[in-house]
């Protein structure tokens, strides 16, 4: 039996985890500058990382921007791909910007790679604006309230 378990990282060696996800995924799988992946808002957002049987397989992040809450670095491993890990994520993500907001009145968007577009639709993001390129990789921006 498959058990998915996505958790708020706390410590140092869960986020190397979670960096080591997002090197796999973004800097050598799509090809992304390490500069480019890892940023000045590392130390200010909050990580989670998901893990299957407790194997690190995904992770993801969020961040107060003065625009609103920006979900971002949503990344799962090719292996754990399609077993459900990234609707985990997107579901601890929100449970914890619920949990941290005014449900009412926050504004959330995130920048979503083309073949992502689906996931967070089911999750009530709508594409806003034209579609654009971040780091050589199409995306459009989508966006949805609390």
Do not use: W
């Not at 960096?19 to 973004?26: A, G, T």
């Not at 957002?45 to 998901?50: D, E, M, R």
Request: net charge negative; proline share 2%; charged share 25%.
């Amino acid at each position: 039996m498959t058990e998915l378990v996505v958790e708020k990282i706390q410590n140092k060696e869960t986020l190397q985890q979670a960096f080591d996800i997002r090197q796999k995924v973004f800097v050598e799988g799509q090809n992304v500058a390490a500069e480019e992946e890892y940023d000045e808002f590392e130390e200010s957002s909050v990580h989670f990382l998901a893990r299957i049987n407790g194997t690190p397989v995904g992770t993801a992040r969020y961040r107060k921007t003065t625009n609103g809450v920006k979900l971002e670095r949503f990344a799962v491993l090719e292996d754990a791909r399609g077993k459900g890990v990234g609707q985990g994520l997107m579901n601890g993500v929100i449970e914890d910007i619920q949990a941290n907001f005014l449900p009412d009145k926050t504004y959330l968007y995130l920048h979503a790679q083309l073949h992502a577009v689906p996931l967070y639709a089911k999750f009530k993001f709508q594409q806003v604006g034209d579609i654009f390129s971040e780091c050589d990789i199409l995306h459009y921006k989508m966006e949805r309230y609390l």
